[in-house]
T-cell receptor
Framework: GAGVSQTPSNKVTEKGKYVELRCDPISGHTALYWYRQSLGQGPEFLIY????????DSGLPNDRFFAVRPEGSVSTLKIQRTERGDSAVYLC???????????????FGEGSRLTVL | KNEVEQSPQNLTAQEGEFITINCSYSVGISALHWLQQHPGGGIVSLFM???GKKKHGRLIATINIQEKHSSLHITASHPRDSAVYIC???????????FGEGTQLTVNP
């Protein structure tokens, strides 16, 4: 499809395990954002990529969280030693190149629902 | 006090009614986004505004930069408009979007 694709759509894991969540943005979109949404709350910012580089990773909650975008397209969010509090929907959004973040229309994926038991 | 505040939190309307959702913010912004989120989580961008007014079909969004306020209007509302509507601002000082708490809209037939 032509939209933002996220996989897996659902992931159930055990506390302490390692998890990878993938985001495939719209072709040609250089800006990519990861957000996390807990039940009943609004999304919260995690990290922003412009091309291959993480332009702003100030939203990552701790060093168990890491994200890469090695070729400036697909991005992977990696969570080590998962905790129950990591359970949330992880949302990815992409946008065309912009001089300033968040000044272009954002296209969101359907999200990856992570449940840590 | 949240940096982005929406009102009302919940809104129930009858089909055909004119609906207004308000958003106030306290920070300097580069742009303001109105988003729609349906049950199941999918988020759709409705508008991105930095000034003035935009219209798309039955939806109208306005922003007053001086007053730090934006409104989303829905004309001739329909049950399929039922969703959570979220205001989010892109701050001039960084890369993150700051989201409002959302407005749960229910339109009854």
């Amino acid at each position: 499809g032509a939209g933002v694709s996220q996989t897996p759509s659902n992931k159930v894991t055990e506390k302490g395990k390692y998890v990878e969540l993938r985001c495939d943005p719209i072709s040609g979109h250089t800006a990519l954002y990861w957000y996390r949404q807990s039940l009943g709350q609004g999304p919260e910012f995690l990290i922003y990529f412009q091309g291959t580089g993480a332009a702003d990773d100030s939203g990552l909650p701790n060093d168990r969280f890491f994200a890469v975008r090695p070729e400036g397209s697909v991005s992977t969010l990696k969570i080590q030693r998962t905790e129950r509090g990591d359970s949330a929907v992880y949302l990815c959004a992409s946008s065309l190149n912009q001089l300033r973040a968040n000044t272009g229309e954002l296209f969101f994926g359907e999200g990856s629902r992570l449940t840590v038991l | 006090k949240n940096e982005v505040e929406q009102s009302p939190q919940n809104l129930t309307a009858q089909e055909g009614e004119f609906i207004t959702i308000n958003c106030s913010y306290s920070v300097g912004i580069s742009a303001l986004h109105w988003l729609q989120q349906h049950p199941g989580g999918g988020i759709v961008s409705l508008f991105m505004l930095s000034s003035g007014k935009k219209k798309h079909g039955r939806l109208i969004a306005t922003i007053n930069i001086q007053e730090k306020h934006s409104s989303l209007h829905i004309t001739a509302s329909h049950p399929r408009d039922s969703a959570v509507y979220i205001c989010a601002v892109g701050e001039t000082s960084g890369s993150r979007l700051t989201f409002g708490e959302g407005t749960q809209l229910t339109v009854n037939p």
